[in-house]
């Protein structure tokens, strides 16, 4: 039983991507509250962002700043890739988070509208009166 513990905290990162997907997968398919849906898309989103973060984590590594800069010396020392950090997985969450808040304030304006409309955001109730 230690061992599976042990197991289950050195990939805490990917328990806690793999249950915040669930949910939000769970929120956006089983719920009919039009909120409920949003509500679950945007916990999807953290969970793919946390994902991406924890996976382009690199122990050891540091910023990609070469400090020797440009002169005389500066072809002399080789630059070792593997010790610095990429920074273009963070840079796209960064878009990414840039991205789901402007996705967020338009589904909230949208469930706003069709709430004005129909008087309900219950999406089974949207879809009668939308039949009828």
Known sequence: MEEFF??????FNNWAFIVLLMIGMYAMIAKNNLMKKVIGMSIFQSAIILFYVSVSMKKGATIPIVDHGHGHGAVAHAIDAAAYANPLPHVLMLTAIVV???T??????I?????RVYGTIEEDEILEK???
Request: hydrophobic residues 65%; without cysteine; glycine residues 8%.
């Open 6 to 11: 042990k197991i289950v905290l050195a990939q």
């Open 100 to 102: 789901g808040v402007a």
């Open 104 to 109: 967020l304030g338009v589904a909230l304006a």
């Open 111 to 115: 469930i706003q509208k069709v709430y």
């Open 130 to 132: 939308i039949a009828e």
